[in-house]
């Protein structure tokens, strides 16, 4: 998992300064896509940073002695300094104490979003520098669309990782702040849920993912049922026959693991016609791992799970099973992943550590903001149809040429 650095928003910002055009539309195809990218990566960096920042309160919390304790305190410092100028600001919108009009682009702000999604946003520091860096009204157009557009995600997002966008502004309780009240009032949690419980429906609200009538849990690792078993050995435990450790390369068994942290930068979105499927919020690399396929060790050749189950291969041997990860009722994100025939991850079979593992590992790069894709592979789509839309999609290739099963 890489953010992606952000350009320079200044070098941006002076490139359109000779033309006061507010809609980007009036501008060369090239700054369009500059600004475009620009805007994207700013959002990008929104996540990445509130996700950060409650990782470093969480572990602060935790234990007194962590060492990014200073930095979070410094993002926290920052952000209410600035936050302590909007506000006075608001009651005194004077023009001298505003020569680059971030104050009244912020002021514009809140009048859109509301305080708590600027709260939220000021823990950021890729917000905080963009209200300082960016003057261009064209610019500033654009991104408060895409922050438009992400509203909800964005709410969810930091709410769901407990970010304390409320402690900013209880200090500001009783000074007759627009709304500011209201969205101070006690709300239902969604810290106490993990991250991956809450999909984002098509009606713009949020749900609980539902499979048999049973909330589907999220889970770390694969659990296993030794009375479903005749052995009471877990098939995935390595052997010297697995081969070296992908991530350190040792033959020795060794205590390497996955990084989870690409699971902290996705979010579960619903689409119409193919369910609950993965965005991704930041950008990852052809290569990248995005994370372990998750779920109950099944033997192999179980049935019992149409939808989600998954073959978990022997790495030496692509035609031998070990077992069925089955996710229906317990997994992680990666059961969610929707299908296409032009996906942008595939399976593979790996050694980590003291397990082998089926994870998701990326086919291209994939941007921040995209839907992340698998291919179920052509036996899912026996008797049914892929509604994917892709040229090269299974269903209308099978259309036309009767022998392809």
């Known amino acids: 998992m890489r953010l992606k650095r952000i350009c320079d928003m200044t070098e941006v910002d002076a490139q359109m300064s000779n033309n006061p055009e507010h809609d980007l539309k009036n501008y060369s195809t090239k700054v369009q896509q500059k600004v475009k990218k620009l805007v994207n990566d700013i959002l990008a960096s929104v996540y990445y940073d509130i996700n950060t920042v409650c990782v470093m309160r969480t572990n602060a919390r935790l234990d007194p002695n962590f060492e990014n304790t200073t930095h979070y305190q410094i993002q926290f410092r920052e952000s209410t300094a600035l936050l302590d100028r909007v506000v006075s600001y608001t009651f005194d919108p004077a023009p001298h104490a505003d020569p680059r009009g971030m104050l009244r682009r912020l002021d514009g702000f809140v009048k859109l979003f509301g305080w708590k999604m600027l709260s939220i946003c000021m823990l950021a520091e890729g917000f905080r520098r963009a209200c300082r860096e960016i003057s261009h009204p064209a610019i500033w157009m654009v991104l408060i669309k895409k922050f438009k557009d992400n509203r909800l995600s964005l709410e969810v997002f930091a709410r769901s ?6 402690g900013q502004l209880l200090k500001y309780s009783g000074l007759g702040l627009p709304k500011l009240e ?44 030794s009375s479903k078993w005749e052995t009471l050995e877990d098939p995935t435990t390595r ?12 033959p020795e068994i060794c205590d390497c693991k996955l990084d989870p942290s690409p699971g902290t ?8 016609g193919t369910g609950t499927g993965v965005r991704a919020l930041t950008n990852f690399k052809k290569g990248d791992i995005l994370g372990p396929f998750i779920g109950e060790l099944l ?76 291919n179920y592979g052509k036996g ?11 040229k090269n999609c299974v269903s209308k290739i099978s259309k036309y040429n009767d022998s392809f099963w």
């Open 380 to 390: 899912y789509w026996i008797g049914k149809t892929c509604m994917c839309g892709e």
């Open 239 to 250: 052997t010297i026959y697995d081969g070296r450790c992908d991530l350190c390369r040792s």
């Open 161 to 166: 990782r407990n970010l304390d966008w409320r």
């Open 299 to 374: 033997p192999p050749g179980y049935s019992g799970d149409p939808v989600y189950a998954l073959a978990h291969i022997s790495k030496k041997d692509a035609d031998t099973t070990i077992a069925t990860v089955s996710p229906r009722h317990y997994g992680n994100w990666t059961r969610f992943l929707a299908h296409s025939c032009n996906a942008s991850t595939a399976f593979r079979a790996r050694t980590i550590g003291d397990r082998t593992v089926m994870t998701i590992e990326a086919e291209r790069d994939i941007s921040a903001f995209e839907d992340i894709t698998i």
């Open 265 to 272: 930068l996705v979010e579960l979105v619903e689409r119409p």
């Open 182 to 225: 209201n969205e101070l009032r006690p709300a239902r949690s969604m810290w106490q849920q993990h991250p991956h419980h809450i999909v984002q429906s098509v009606e713009n609200k949020v749900k609980r993912p539902i499979y048999e009538n049973y909330p589907q849990i999220n889970i770390d690792r694969c659990i296993i049922d």
